[in-house]
């Protein structure tokens, strides 16, 4: 069955959200210390080209740069430049991509992070990697793909990422929960994997995420076996995230509302509000913060979601960004 293209959404002009003002301001703080040829405050045209090399969705993007482009011009650059998106299925040429984007997925543990990538790029028909037409570098922008944790049980990463998941759990009421899904359960859940760099256009996320769940839908029908079918079954998804977290947080003087924790992906706060359960823990691995990030700490952050939410998720989710 050929890959259906991922539906797009309306214009519009933005910063990477997230829903409160302060959180906001993290994100385009984030953005303007990014390299310059990386993405920034773009205008998202929704373009939606299917083709038959690969490519799953053209996007045409205005990207502001945020350093200065040294022009003898007279007239002053306006720091936009043009950049084509497009959605590709993941291919083994992606791998050192791939990683790169990876590189802080469980925080600073050594761990099979090859083989996880593997597993990732070896699953072309569900999942999809973002770069930008022509780039030099084929850089990979973002990364979005569902894994089984049964099918992949016996593969030395997932053993490194349940280790890794089961030290991190200081919750006794959680941790049997996430015991569960990491045995007897794995079967029925999908490790929601989800990485970009932090200022990809917002709007690129609802036909991104669409793709993805469209896709897990389409492999319980199309794949070639039963038992591959059988895989993409999903009854749960586990995402593994990052989020900033007020250093009082915790305690009876700290912050309330939305200064407690800053979300750095916008869809976090929709997946948290829909799961079932939930833990943080502590990162050994900081990034370099601003004046306004100071009272915060890099976080680590596990969600259950029950595969019964998905479709509240991709409302909400087409809700944020069109707002």
């Known amino acids: 069955m050929p890959r259906k293209p991922a539906r797009h959404c309306r214009p519009a002009r933005c910063l990477p959200l ?25 205008r998202f045209p929704g373009n939606n080209l299917p083709t038959s090399s690969g490519r799953r969705m053209v996007n ?17 650059f306006d720091g936009t430049v043009q950049a084509d998106f497009e959605f590709f299925d993941p291919k083994p040429s992606d791998f050192h991509g791939v990683k790169i984007l990876l590189q802080t997925y469980l925080d600073d543990k050594q761990w099979d992070l090859s083989g996880f990538v593997d597993a990732i790029l070896g699953q072309p028909t569900v999942g999809t990697v973002i770069k930008i037409e022509n780039d030099d570098d084929d850089g990979i ?16 990463c997932m053993a490194d990422l349940k280790e890794f998941l089961l030290k991190a759990c200081r919750q006794k009421d959680v941790f049997s929960k996430l015991s569960l899904f990491l045995g007897d359960q794995a079967k029925d859940v999908g490790l929601l994997v989800s990485q970009r760099v932090v200022n990809l256009p917002p709007q690129l996320l609802p036909p991104l995420y669409d793709a993805l769940f469209d896709e897990v839908s389409w492999a319980t029908e199309d794949e070639p076996t039963k038992e591959l079918r059988s895989s993409f079954c999903f009854k749960f998804y586990l995402v593994i995230s990052k989020i900033y977290k007020h250093k009082n947080a915790d305690k009876q003087n700290g912050p309330s509302g939305d200064q407690t924790i800053l979300y750095i992906k916008a869809e976090d706060e929709i997946f948290y509000e829909l799961s079932s359960w939930s833990f943080s823990f502590a990162l050994h691995t900081q990034l370099v913060r601003t004046d306004e990030l100071k009272d915060y700490r890099l976080t680590g952050l596990v969600m259950a979601i029950d595969a019964s939410n998905i479709p509240v998720f991709r409302q909400k989710l087409h809700s944020l960004i069109d707002q």
């Open 18 to 42: 997230s829903f409160s003002p302060f959180a906001r301001s993290m994100a385009r703080i984030a953005s303007n210390n990014k390299v310059a040829h990386k993405v920034q405050n773009p």
């Open 60 to 76: 045409h993007e205005p990207i502001d740069k945020s350093e200065d482009s040294g022009s003898s011009d007279d007239e002053e």
């Open 141 to 156: 922008y973002s990364i979005v793909t569902a894994l089984n944790l049964g099918r992949y049980k016996d593969l030395a």
